[in-house]
């Protein structure tokens, strides 16, 4: 089981934890560029809306990032696994 544990924790580890930043980081981006296109734009409607848009889509992809970093984590803990484990021992 601690072999198991192990496992899962690094997965988490070097794994889901870089690519939900990668995607935090994403979303954010899109949310700048709405904002960016929304105060460009401030005379046109139809850019305007565009930029509504990106800045409504970023916040959807940075809530549902949160939410699944904080899923992740529950459920870590509720199963008691480490994600600060020692280096992968297997048992011979």
């Known amino acids: 089981m601690i072999v198991l544990e192990q496992f899962l924790a690094r997965v988490v580890e070097q794994i889901v934890n870089p690519i939900i930043l990668l995607l935090v980081a994403g979303a954010f981006v899109t ?3 709405g ?3 929304f105060i460009k734009d401030a005379g046109d409607a139809k850019a305007r809306e565009t930029g509504k848009r990106a ?4 916040l959807i992809g940075l809530v549902v990032m949160f939410g699944a970093y904080g899923i992740i984590n529950v459920a870590l803990r509720t199963f008691n696994i480490d994600q600060r484990v020692a280096p992968l021992t297997i048992p011979r």
Do not use: S, T
């Open 55 to 58: 800045i409504y889509w970023g």
């Open 31 to 33: 949310f700048l560029w």
């Open 35 to 37: 904002v960016y296109e």
